[in-house]
């Protein structure tokens, strides 16, 4: 991929609490239609990384560019205007709204002509038959009611409206923080799916997991963050899972080669 351009890049991030150093002139890239695993221990600083890229925190030096352009996010919103959409551990779900009122949160459709821009009525059948066209493409077909509350939903099923949202959105790269940390066997099976289907579709995925027979199945390349910074990237074809926690808990050091080339 080095000779690709990287959609997503990030250069020397850094940003302190206090006397804590959280992310230590870290950098990052994920090239076009990859998904890129992020790694690290508790405290190695990945969730802030991550944080920075998602717009959720403004680090205190680095710079980030999107498809080559420098980018100073603000906030979340800033990252998703540019076609970043990050889906949370915690989902950030009404779990009382509907499939659609929750795909649609924050940017609803206004009903064409007066209705809608001076009565602000919400059109309804359209963001019903979008968010149905999203789930079917995502292959979501057990959900029969698109109008149906969130909290009526299956762990596995949440997650997959939760990703079908960021894929609907998202047109530049899609964020997943452990998407599959509380679900059951058969409910993470389908999310790696998913994210192989995004990966098809031709949308780079930043995948943030401690779950490694998961990372190594999908993931095109492993960042493994140490300390606040980058340790080094592997590739899952070439490295065992031993390696790569090794590497990330220090009880391993990587090849020199990995390290000069960060």
Known sequence: MSNQEPILKAVNLLKRYGHVTA?????????????VAVIGDNGAGKSTLIKALSGALVPDAGE????GKRVNFTSPLDARDQGIETVYQQLAMSPALSIADNMFMGRELRKPGIMGSLFRRLDKPAMEAFAREKLNELGLMTIQ???????????GQRQGV???RAAAFGSKVVILDEP??????????RVLDLIKELKARGLPVILISHNMPHVFEVADRIHIHRLGTRLCVIRPDEYEMNDAVAFMVGAKEPPQELLNAV
Request: glycine fraction near 8%; proline fraction near 2%; charged fraction near 20%.
């Open 145 to 155: 009611n698109i109008q149906q509350a969130v909290e009526t939903l299956s762990g």
């Open 180 to 189: 599959t940390a509380a679900l059951g066997v058969k409910e993470s099976r």
């Open 23 to 35: 992310m230590d002139h870290c950098n990052f890239e994920l090239y076009p239609g990859e998904v």
């Open 64 to 67: 980030i560019y999107l498809e």
């Open 162 to 164: 939760a990703v079908a």
